[in-house]
């Protein structure tokens, strides 16, 4: 999407989301606040006007809380298959109960101590987001 969207001359921004290095790293401790601090440092840090942020999945929540939290910096939000979620609700609170189950049980320790869930698919990014004031 990224090499697209710079093809037709549109400036893009990638954060970096905690979790998404070597998959052998500890993911135990990464949540959807993580997540939203790491997307706001990127555009503290591009210091550029408006944009326009992106979110699939789970990034859908994340970007609903970066316009929260900067609504001067976010142009417009797109969701795409993402989670669109009321102010205080989780993914967990919209997810067939048979997924919060298997992600539960990826998210549990390893015999290593380590998530086997990859990327930041635990318990904590399935929390419940702060409510939007």
Known sequence: MRDR??????????????????????????????NVAAVLAALDADGAGPVVLAGHSLGGAVISQVADQRPDRAAHLVCC????????????????EQMRTAISELAAPAPTGRSRCPGSCGARALSRPPASS
């Open 5 to 34: 969207l710079r093809a037709h001359g549109h400036r893009v921004i990638t954060p970096a989301l905690p979790g998404r290095g070597d998959i052998g790293e500890d993911r135990s401790w990464i949540g959807h606040d993580d």
């Open 81 to 96: 298959a993402a989670f669109v979620l009321e102010d205080g609700e989780s993914a967990g609170d919209v997810m067939p």
